[in-house]
Each structure stands twice: as structure tokens, then as C-alpha cells.
């Protein structure tokens, strides 16, 4: 990684720039920064005033090459994130493509319409120049104090931060104070013309997985955290803050349900003390769920969603907004007339 990354520093490979704007959300390390809810930030902020598309490789997905969703796509097409964008926002275009290089064109021959792309996890896919670069960092994992793997959990060196335009602080405490802001800025050191953003998780009310209606948990029930994500840590706190007993039943990141584990759900929960008992799973995991409606209602096994948004801290959202806007302005001038 760092001598591909040098070769393009120097000029010695090539990267190809497009006429549109193309923001690229991703981060330095190998995952669980909270970078799923800072895509669908930017997909709400820009939908309703662009044409607005996403590119993601769509990591572990059951084919290969380049595709559009449609109304006919799982998580097995297009991957769990992809799938996830796609059924929340109908009203964008959802594309995957392990070449973003020659996934563009194809998307822009799909959709010549198209006025803005977000590249999703692009942070290290070097072949395309994006007009806007985000990092994402955790609050409790900051880049500052990791290392390269299999030493830490950093893709590339540290210095792979200055590529950013834009670095956001993610699941920070809501209450952080202003003192220890000032000192994460001191210690992360932005580059001149560099912003630097915090923000904190927001969970939403739980809702059923088959139905989408609200679910009423009581705080007395034992709950099941059922989940395959990088770091479900912040989501289990969370839970432990609103329930009695909490139990968590982990899976691999990106983890493709079977059959079996169903049965597994199901025995884990009906083992759970008391009478009131609940799965609840994340949206992510949902999407992969849903390749098993079947296998789920046999079983009689209801889950409950936590859906989870990202806040600004410190004010700092029609600040970050006007950020975004403005790049997309110096790229399409017709913006605001």
C-alpha cells in the first residue's frame, strides 16, 4: 500500500478526475467507524437538490463486475451498505462496481442524468480523484494512536490523512466539551485549507424487521443483541443504558445468515430469562435477514431494528452542509442560480 501510494503521490500512476462532482466517504482503518450513517448524512443532505448516485465495490457480495440496483436486488447482488442505500432512498441511484475507474462511465451510460456521485469506502481506491475526500475516525480509535496492520487496524501509514479536504471525528460522547475538542484538534493537527468536524451516533426507535411498524420494547425485557457488524460495541452500550439484561450473540463483520443460525436466533432468545423477550439486530444486518424471510417466519422469530443517524457536535452542521454545498457549486455553477 505505501508504494502504490507513493507512486501516485510522485505522478508515476495516474488517477482519473471527473466533470461531476465525486465525494468520497471513507477512512484509514479496516473498519467500524461509523462510516454507513455518514454516507446516508450526505445521501439525505443531497438527494432533494441533485441527482444523486452512489459507487460502492459492495464488499462481499455474491457476484462480481459492474451493477445498477434495481427492484429486483438483494444483499447477495449488490452487499449489505449498497442494499441498505437502496431500500432506505429509493429515489437515488445504487450502483456497485469493483473498478470505480470504469464503474463511472458505466453508471454515468446508465444514468446520464446523474449530477453527483458518493463513492463509498473509496478512501484507499486511488484510481479515481475525487473532488471532495472525507476521512472518518473514531473518537476511541483515532488514527493518531494506531498502527499499520496487523499492528493496529490502519489500511495504509498515517499519513495517508492529508489526502482528506474533510476529517470527521465519529462517536464521539454526545456531551463532549469544548476543552477536550480543542485538544483532539491540537493532536490531530489539520493541514491548512484541512476541516475538522465531531460527531456523535443518534439511535432511533426500534421497528419491526418484516413489517417496518414501531416495536415497544419494555426496559424490564431481556434483549438479544443478534449482529454481525465490525464494532458492535456502541450499539450494546447503548441497549445496556435502556435494558435490564442485554446479551449479545455476535457474528462476523458482513456475515451472510444461514439457515442454521436462524435456528440459533431463536434458541438464544427463547433461552433468555423472563417472559419478555426481543432480538434486535441493526439495519445492516436486517438487509442480510431478509434473505431468509421464510426461514424467519417458520421459526416465529419477530426482530426489531435500531435504526442509527450521525449529529454534528457543537453546531457545526449547517457548517459542514455549507462545506458540501459549496464543492458541489464550484462543480456545477448552475447551483443556486
Known sequence: ??????????????????????????????????????????????????????????????????????????????????????????????????????????????????????????????????????????????????????????REGRSGYQRANCIIVSKCPPDMSLAEKAALEKEINPLPGQRLFFTTLQYGALFDMTTRQPVNVPASASVLLACGIARPEPLLEKLQQQYQKVYLLAFPDHYYYSEKDIAKIKKERDDLPGTQKMVITTEKDAVRLHLLQKELAEQNLQIAVMPVEISFLFGEAESFNNFIFDYVARQLPAFGQ
Open 1 to 154: 500500500m505505501w508504494a502504490r501510494n507513493r507512486f501516485y503521490d510522485k505522478g508515476l500512476l495516474t488517477a482519473v478526475e471527473f466533470d461531476l462532482p465525486v465525494i468520497a466517504c471513507g477512512n484509514l482503518s479496516v473498519g467500524g467507524t461509523g462510516k454507513t450513517p455518514h454516507v446516508e448524512y450526505l445521501i439525505r443532505l443531497l438527494k432533494d437538490h441533485f441527482r444523486t448516485a452512489t459507487l460502492s465495490r459492495g464488499y462481499n457480495r455474491r457476484t462480481s463486475g459492474y451493477l445498477l440496483a434495481d427492484e429486483h436486488s438483494t444483499a447477495a447482488d449488490i452487499g449489505d451498505e449498497p442494499m441498505q442505500f437502496h431500500a432506505k432512498y429509493p429515489d437515488i441511484k445504487v450502483c456497485v462496481g469493483e473498478e470505480r475507474m470504469l464503474a463511472i462511465p458505466q453508471l454515468l451510460g446508465d444514468e446520464p442524468d446523474t449530477q453527483v456521485v458518493l463513492l463509498d469506502d473509496a478512501f484507499q481506491h486511488r484510481s479515481v480523484k475525487p473532488g471532495m475526500n472525507i476521512m472518518i475516525t473514531e473518537y476511541s480509535r483515532l488514527f493518531t494512536r494506531d498502527h499499520v496492520v496487523p499492528f493496529g487496524r490502519l
